[in-house]
């Protein structure tokens, strides 16, 4: 998927989320829970995944850091699970956690790129590299 909006990859955080949703929503009736807090509180915070992923927009940068904070939540929550639990439950079971993990994982990175440019106000913008040659140019100026 090509980037239509410069420094902005909420479109692939959007995918993560729906697709680690659709993992939690199929590994959970098949091989049990994902986390330890319930299926209740999954099948919730797979809504919420998908809740955000709706909401994403290169506008709202307060989505975003929603984004980014939920990412980063489910990585540390999943990935300690699926180490903890390694050896005593299923390996279908681990198999999933590392995926969704990994996902939230990418997504986290996705969130965090797309945070950035929206604080800086490089959203749409194209020249970022030249800003960046100009930027550097202007810091040794000041040094010399």
């Known amino acids: 998927m090509e980037n239509t909006i410069s420094h902005y990859y909420g479109d692939w955080v959007r995918r993560l989320f729906l697709v680690s949703a659709l993992l939690s929503f199929v590994a959970i009736p098949v091989w049990g829970d994902l986390l330890q807090f319930g299926t209740f509180t999954q099948v919730s915070a797979g809504l919420l995944l998908v809740l955000l992923a709706g909401l994403t927009n290169p506008r709202t940068k307060g989505v975003m850091m929603l984004n980014s904070l939920f990412a980063a939540i489910s990585v540390l929550l999943l990935e300690s699970t699926a180490i903890i639990f390694r050896t005593s439950e299923s390996w279908p079971l681990f198999i999933a956690r590392e995926i ?42 000041t040094f010399l």
Do not use: C, H, P, W
Request: proline fraction near 0%.
């Open 100 to 141: 969704s993990g990994l996902l939230m994982l990418i997504a986290f990175y996705f969130s965090v790129k797309t945070l950035r440019a929206m604080s800086l106000g490089n959203i749409g913008k194209r020249d970022a590299q030249d800003n960046l040659e100009r930027s550097g140019q202007s810091e040794r100026q």
